[in-house]
Every structure is written in C-alpha cells, then in structure tokens.
C-alpha cells in the first residue's frame, strides 16, 4: 500500500526514535503496564461472578511446540505478530477511522476489529481494552514503536506464562 499510493512510511507512524528513545519506551511501558491492569481486572471480575466460560484461557504450552519450532513460534508470536497487527491495525485501521469518523469512534471501531479479531469470546473485552490503549499510545506519540512495544511485552508475558 505504501509503494502503490506513494505514500511515506512516517503516514503508518514509523519515525526515527533518534533522542526521543526514553521517551518511546517509557510510553511502552506505561501503555503495557495499563493494559496489564485492565486485563487483571476484567479477569478478577469475571472470576469472582463466577463466569467461568469468560475467563481469559492461558497459552496451552503445546502451541510453542518444541526444539528449534518453539524458537520460531515464540519469535512470531512475541515480535512478528505485535509487529504487523500494529502495523494493520494502528498504522492503517486506525488512522483511517480517525480521519472518517473522529478520534474517540474511530479508536473504538479499530480496538473492536483487533478484539474481534482475536477470536475468543472470553478475551474479547480485554482485548478491546488493550486494542484502545495500544491506539491510544499510537495517536499520543505519533509513532507505531511505543504500541508495538507494549504489544510485544504483553505477548511475551502470555508466552513465558505457557513456557
């Protein structure tokens, strides 16, 4: 898309962290840090209501498979993955749903297509949560790094805990 319409890289947020770095993974941090909470307490209020078929499934250790496959999927799943659902969904989803129909609808719209995407009902909420914040980041900074970031530290919290 960037080739065909001639556009710039920056226009997906990829800029040149340059002396902004503290900055970027500090936003990272704080953006992991509020999507960890959110998850804690979506988790801790469906276990207490006793909801059990919407509590957040863990990572079943054979997904990671073994040997070098479990070098290769963790690596897809904790960078690739984040790397490219933020590309897709900060970088053009949401840009283009803010430009259409506003900030605060476009970044529900885009967190809920990421949410959906995922495609477990039991994680559909804090998955939106984290999709809203992980646009949040995105549209503060103007940069994909501290989303992608806090993505790639989320997703490595989930596979260590199935390792």
């Not at 790397?83 to 967190?111: H, K, S, T």
């Amino acid at each position: 898309g960037i080739k065909k319409h001639d556009a710039a890289w920056s226009s997906l947020g990829f800029h040149r962290a340059g002396n902004r770095r503290l900055i970027i993974v500090g936003w990272a941090g704080l953006g992991l840090v509020l999507s960890l909470a959110a998850g804690a307490i979506y988790s801790g209020i469906v276990t207490t209501l006793g909801i059990e078929s919407l509590e957040p499934p863990p990572v079943p250790e054979s997904v990671l498979g073994e040997g070098p496959v479990r070098v290769l999927t963790m690596g897809i799943l904790v960078v690739l993955g984040p790397f490219a659902e933020e590309v897709f969904f900060r970088g053009f989803l949401l840009v283009a749903f803010v430009q259409g129909i506003g900030v605060v609808p476009g970044v529900i719209v885009a967190a809920a297509i990421f949410a959906i995407s995922h495609g477990d009902i039991a994680v559909l909420l804090p998955v939106f949560a984290s999709g809203a914040i992980l646009s949040w980041l995105y549209l503060k900074t103007r940069s994909i790094w501290p989303s992608f970031l806090a993505h790639l530290g989320q997703n490595y919290l989930a596979v260590m805990l199935a390792a």
